[in-house]
């Protein structure tokens, strides 16, 4: 996490543009209106430091490199969705409950995490509220595995839970 914070600051291109624009300003600015139509006006510039996101995902962690990896990876967890959910449900086990459990998870986690990092937004709620939201769901993620892991291991797991219920009729 410390080298993710050292590099963060040299692998921005755009970051570091702008440092170099906030470091030559040191130049005497064009007032607002000028007599002149030739000269530019130039608007002082604000610029703020950089937020860096609370978030286990390895990608998200290295500040400058493309999201393609992770992209690929929630693409090909949600790909061996559609074999792992049939395949454990048809052939219950606990390995089966397991590889489901944790392929729920994963997809649920990274799906929220996407959206907690898109709606919650230092520039709207500061940069306190996003690194409490995405610990929140750490919390949720990690206590929802534990809860199906626990359910899986102490009781019927989640293919009995499945077919228990496919298998109700209802009363008449």
Known sequence: MAN??????????AMAFARTLVASQSLPKAPFFTATLLTPVRKPQMFSATVRNFAVSPVRCSSGGSHVTLWNAERALSLALLGVIPVGLMFPSQVGDSLIAVSIVMHQHWGLEAIVTDYVRPILFGTTVPKLAHGLLLVVSAATLG???YFNYNDIGIAGVVRKIW???AKE
Request: a positive charge.
């Open 4 to 13: 993710c914070i050292l590099r963060g600051s040299l692998s921005k291109p």
């Open 167 to 169: 298998s109700t009729k």
């Open 147 to 149: 809860g199906l892991f």
